[in-house]
Structures are given as C-alpha cells and as structure tokens.
C-alpha cells in the first residue's frame, strides 16, 4: 500500500465529530416530522457544537484533508442546511403560509448549499482566515433555530400560532438564507489572539458566557446570536468598506502616477530625438 493511499488514525478522529454532528442534524429532521421542535433545536445546537470542533480537533492532531473538507460540507448542508429549513417549515411556514413557506424553505436550503460551495472555493484565501464571505451557515441556522427556542421557552411551547410572529419568522428565514450568499464579512475569530492581555480575562468571559447560558440559554443564544450579526453590519459599514475605498483611492493615485511618469518618460524621449534631429540638420546648413 503506498503512502498516498494509507489513511492515517488522526484522520478518523475530526471526521467522527463530523458524523456525529451529521447525525444530530439527522435527529432533529426526525424529531421535526413528529413535532418535537424542543428536541429539534436542541439537537441542532449539538450539532453545531461538534461541527465547531471537528476543525480544531483536526488541525490540533495534524488530520486536516480535502476528503475531510468536502465531507464537512456535506455534513453541513444537512444539519445546517436541510434541518433548519424542515424545522421552519413544520413549526409554522406550512401551516400559515403554505407553499410560500415550503418556497422559502428550500431557498434557505439552496442558500446553504452556495454558501458551502463557495467556501471550500476560498480555502486558503488569505482574507478567509480573518473573515467569512457572508455568513457561516451554522450561525445562519441560528435565525431559524434560535427562534424557535426563544418562542417556545417565554411564549408558547406549541407550534407556531400568531400570524403576526409567522411573518416576522418567514422574512427571518429568508434574510438568514440571503446573509449566506451576501458579499457581507463575518468575522472568523482566528486571527484574535484572546490571552495577548493574559489568560484571566479570557477565562472570566467564558465563566460569564457559561454561567448565562446555564441560567438563560435562549435569551443568551438570541443575544450573542444577534450581537455577532450586529458587529458584522458595523465592521462592514465603518471599517472594511471605508479601508477598501482608501485603498482603492490610493491605487488610482498610483496608476495615476505611473501613467504620468510614462508619459513623461515619452515626452523626454521625443524631445530627445527632435534635439538630435535638429543637431544633425544644423550640421548639415553649417
């Protein structure tokens, strides 16, 4: 067996937590035919759970490979993709608005699957380690998730029963869809380095962080959930957008430049040969 065809153990590992996280998108689809929108939500929260750690777990045991790549997308379009879209559906789309929820449902699915196939294209782009082109699906999948867990823990652990709520949910799930493909940048965190101040502020945000999501997990997950697209638009609109305008001001400024210094480069030239022809005419009359 040669070495290019030898599956190293390491690899296996990152690609568990991947089926895991596959599975728990599997259960909740189930769970939604049935009803249980509790256990469906839940069970898409472990899924993105694992599905954040299946990278790391990767990169910390050296198992990183394109198999794994694809595989995760994969995986993701399931649970992230399909699950959310059956759970918004069977909650409260079907029921009120009938075929035009089951429409946005797999507008949300086709979204996902854009979305992913576009990320594996910008693998290894050096902007993609700081930022997502538009937003990671597991977050998007927070839209219609997260809902769901607020509705049915402070109003009602029923279906979806307000007409009014339905249609603020039914534009939700189509924004979430929208945000994936939008050229909108999501902040990744990798390029964050946490403990540069030392570990103990760190570790007091995770004590804090834990402790709200003991205590309120849905008011948390809907807060961080909404605060993180929040710093998104804001890092969009004042920050990115206005360096990238300065940067292209400044590449206009130095094609302006170059253009100038060529055609002056030109105009030197020329004169250059008009002294020299008129030398030799000079020379010529003498």
């Not at 999948?141 to 109003?155: K, L, T």
Request: glycine fraction near 8%; charged fraction near 20%; hydrophobic fraction near 45%.
């Amino acid at each position: 067996m040669t070495e290019e065809k030898r599956v190293r153990p390491s690899v296996l590992i990152p690609n568990a937590f991947t089926t895991a996280s596959m599975l728990f998108g599997f259960y909740s689809i189930q769970q939604s035919f049935h009803g249980n929108f509790i256990h469906a939500t839940w069970a898409l929260l472990i899924a993105a759970i694992l599905d954040s750690l299946d990278g790391r777990i990767a990169r910390m045991v050296k198992g990183t490979s394109e198999f794994g790549e694809e595989y995760d997308s994969l995986a993701d379009l399931v649970s992230f993709g399909i699950a959310p879209a059956i759970l918004a559906v069977r909650w409260g789309l079907e029921k009120h608005f009938g075929e035009l929820g089951w429409a946005i449902g797999f507008i949300y699915v086709a979204c996902t699957a854009i979305r992913l196939a576009r990320f594996n294209v910008l693998i290894g782009d050096a902007e993609s380690k700081s930022y997502f082109k538009g937003m990671p699906s597991p977050t998007a999948a927070g839209i219609p998730v997260v809902s769901v867990m607020v509705y049915n823990r402070y109003v009602s652990p029923t279906a979806l029963e307000y007409h009014t709520v339905a249609i603020i949910y039914l534009v939700a799930v189509g924004i979430a869809g929208v945000l994936m493909v939008s050229p909108i940048r999501f902040r990744t965190f990798k390029d964050i380095h946490f403990t540069k101040y030392g570990l103990h502020w760190p570790l007091l945000g995770v004590v804090a962080i834990i402790t709200c999501l003991f205590l309120w997990p849905q008011a948390t997950l809907f807060g961080g959930l909404f605060a993180y697209l929040g710093w998104a638009f804001l890092e969009e609109l004042l920050i990115l957008r206005p360096q990238e305008k300065e940067l292209r001001a400044k590449r206009r400024e130095a094609r302006r430049k170059m253009k100038e210094a060529r055609r002056a480069k030109k105009q030197a030239e020329r004169e250059a040969r008009m002294r020299v022809v008129e030398g030799k005419r000079e020379d010529q009359n003498g």
